[in-house]
C-alpha cells in the first residue's frame, strides 16, 4: 500500500510497503504568532516508524510537536541537527547528509539535497518513490532525482512574502518538469496564518494550492495534481 496524508503545512503522513513516515511535525493549535486551521488528529499518528525532519526552521522543527509523539520514535534529520533534540531527551536520533541513507522495513529513506539554509528534502522509496522536498527554491540537481511516483512540493508560506528559499506555485510547477513525477501534492499552505489577521475564506487559503495546479497544467501537464485538504488522504496505484 502507498498512501499519503495531509496533515497541513509540511507535515505529510506517508505510508508505503507497511512503513509510516511523518515529515515536519507542526501539530499545535497555536505556534507562536501563528494560528492553526483545523485539529491534527493525533490518533492518526500514532505507530510511527520514523519522524524526518527536513531543517531546523521552527515552523519545521518544533520540539513540543515531537513530544507529543513520543521521545523514543526514531528522528531523521540533517546532520549537525541532532543535538537540537537529544539535549530535549528524544532518544533515537539519526543524521544524515546528502546522500545518505537509512533502511526502515522495506523501504530506504535517502537525504537529498535543498536549497534552503542547511536543510534536506527526502526520498522515499520502495514499491513506489516519493519525494519529499522539505524548503526549498529551485535548482537544477532536482533532475537527478527523476523520476519519482510522487512529488510532494512546498507552494507558500505562512506570511504575506515568500523570502529566498522558498518555492511559490509557478516555481514549484517548474520543478516538476525536473522531478518528472507521476502524482504531485502541494504542501505547505493553508494550515498556519497570523493571529492578528481575519481568518481567511476557504478560498482564499486554497488559493496557492490552486494557482500550482493552474501552472502546473501548462508547464507540466502530465503530472496528475491532486490536492488534498488538511487530513485528506491520497493513494497511489
Same mark, same amino acid.
Given at each position: +500500500?502507498?498512501?499519503?496524508?495531509?496533515?497541513?503545512?509540511?507535515?505529510?503522513?506517508?505510508?508505503?510497503?507497511?512503513? $509510516?513516515?511523518?515529515?515536519?511535525?507542526? /501539530?499545535?493549535?497555536?505556534? /507562536?504568532?501563528?494560528?492553526?486551521?483545523? #485539529? *491534527?488528529? +493525533?490518533?492518526?499518528?500514532?505507530?510511527?516508524?520514523?519522524?524526518?525532519?527536513?531543517?531546523?526552521?521552527?515552523?519545521?522543527?518544533?520540539?513540543?510537536? =515531537?513530544?507529543?509523539?513520543?521521545?523514543?520514535?526514531?528522528?531523521?534529520?540533517?546532520?549537525?541537527?541532532?543535538?537540537? !533534540?537529544?539535549?530535549?531527551?528524544?532518544?533515537?536520533?539519526?543524521?544524515?547528509?546528502?546522500?545518505?541513507?537509512?533502511? =526502515?522495513?522495506? !523501504?530506504?529513506?535517502? @537525504?537529498?539535497?535543498? %536549497?534552503?539554509? *542547511?536543510?534536506?528534502?527526502?526520498?522515499?522509496?520502495?514499491?513506489?518513490?516519493?519525494?519529499? @522536498?522539505?524548503?526549498?527554491?529551485?535548482?537544477? &540537481? +532536482?533532475?537527478?532525482? @527523476?523520476?519519482?511516483?510522487?512529488?510532494?512540493?512546498?507552494?507558500?508560506?505562512?506570511?504575506?512574502? /515568500?523570502?529566498?528559499?522558498?518555492?511559490?506555485?509557478?516555481?514549484? &510547477? %517548474?520543478?516538476?518538469?525536473?522531478?518528472?513525477?507521476?502524482?504531485? !501534492?502541494?504542501?505547505?499552505?493553508?494550515?498556519?496564518?497570523?493571529?492578528?489577521?481575519? $481568518?481567511?475564506?476557504?478560498?482564499?487559503?486554497?488559493?496557492?494550492?490552486?494557482?500550482? &495546479?493552474?501552472? @502546473?497544467? %501548462?508547464?507540466?501537464?502530465?503530472?496528475? #495534481?491532486?490536492?488534498?485538504?488538511?487530513? %485528506?488522504?491520497?493513494? /497511489?496505484?
Amino acid at each position: +500500500m502507498a498512501r499519503v496524508t495531509y496533515v497541513g503545512h509540511a507535515t505529510v503522513l506517508v505510508e508505503l510497503d507497511g512503513v $509510516r513516515l511523518l515529515t515536519d511535525p507542526v /501539530l499545535r493549535r497555536r505556534v /507562536l504568532h501563528l494560528r492553526r486551521r483545523g #485539529v *491534527a488528529s +493525533m490518533d492518526a499518528l500514532r505507530g510511527l516508524d520514523a519522524i524526518l525532519v527536513s531543517h531546523a526552521h521552527w515552523d519545521h522543527l518544533d520540539v513540543p510537536s =515531537l513530544t507529543r509523539l513520543g521521545r523514543d520514535v526514531r528522528i531523521v534529520l540533517p546532520r549537525g541537527a541532532g543535538r537540537l !533534540v537529544r539535549r530535549r531527551f528524544f532518544r533515537n536520533v539519526v543524521e544524515l547528509d546528502v546522500g545518505e541513507s537509512i533502511e =526502515l522495513g522495506d !523501504v530506504t529513506v535517502t @537525504a537529498a539535497p535543498a %536549497e534552503h539554509d *542547511a536543510g534536506r528534502g527526502y526520498v522515499v522509496e520502495g514499491t513506489k518513490r516519493i519525494y519529499f @522536498a522539505g524548503d526549498t527554491d529551485l535548482f537544477p &540537481a +532536482m533532475a537527478e532525482l @527523476a523520476p519519482l511516483d510522487l512529488a510532494l512540493l512546498p507552494v507558500a508560506g505562512w506570511g504575506p512574502r /515568500l523570502p529566498p528559499g522558498h518555492l511559490d506555485p509557478q516555481r514549484a &510547477a %517548474e520543478a516538476l518538469r525536473l522531478l518528472r513525477p507521476q502524482s504531485a !501534492v502541494p504542501i505547505h499552505w493553508g494550515t498556519y496564518s497570523l493571529i492578528t489577521k481575519p $481568518r481567511a475564506a476557504p478560498g482564499v487559503e486554497r488559493a496557492p494550492a490552486d494557482q500550482f &495546479a493552474r501552472f @502546473a497544467a %501548462e508547464l507540466a501537464p502530465d503530472v496528475d #495534481v491532486r490536492i488534498l485538504d488538511l487530513g %485528506e488522504s491520497l493513494d /497511489l496505484p
